[in-house]
């Protein structure tokens, strides 16, 4: 029987960092997965309170961050009870304008290579297709994660090392990307987890920059399951 998991994702207050990645979502991802016949309905919203950075929009128009809404629409599906394949649309709606088409996303992937516990760490692969988009993105990206997760109780572990690479445009000589996400949870009830997180952009992995050209954040998170098959995550 196919069930439907809906989930709602807020993430603010990260404007004022002074380069905030364009089409990048703060997310750990995890190894769970929707079973076979199951879909997961997430919804995503940034908000960048303050920011100094100012990018081209798709009407050419150069317009601030600051006060820039980000949504983003995700849907997967599960082939099988370990592999997924999901796809993603996101808007975006500038301050004085209205919510604008970006891109999607449609080819993404999570793959789990083996049963839960059955080593020391549960692992999934996740693969991310960048679509390119002519008015806002000129280049294809794939993006590849390992995905490592590991309880000791009452702690959950989640390492995300991410492997970005352009497939096209500027930069394509340019090596693999190096990225990180990682966070850390602890349960304050039935219903609500904290957690910690951790994100990184390193730089080229065979040639990662100075500590000065990287960038790092850490952010809190709050998960919340207020319902059977709903999450909201803050």
Known sequence: MRRWIGSVVVIGAMG???AAAEARDFKVYGYATPDQGE???SYWLDYFIRSDQRYVFLDGQTVDKERLFRHTFELEYGVTDRWTIAGYLDF???NGKNPEYVQARAVVSRYRLFKPKERLFDTALYFEYYLPYERYRT??????RLIFEKEIQP?????????DKKLSGVGLVEGMEFE????????A?????????????????????????QE?????TVQLTPAKGIGLEL
């Open 16 to 18: 004022w960092m002074a």
């Open 39 to 41: 879909a997961e309905v």
């Open 92 to 94: 975006e709606d500038p």
């Open 139 to 144: 280049e294809e990206h794939l993006e590849t």
């Open 155 to 163: 702690l959950l572990i989640r390492l995300n090392p991410i492997f």
């Open 180 to 187: 990180y996400a990682v966070g850390f949870y602890l349960p």
């Open 189 to 213: 009830s039935r219903e609500v987890r904290l957690g910690l997180e951790f994100y990184g952009e390193m730089g080229p992995l065979s040639n990662l920059n100075s500590p000065k050209d």
């Open 216 to 220: 790092h954040f850490i952010f809190p």
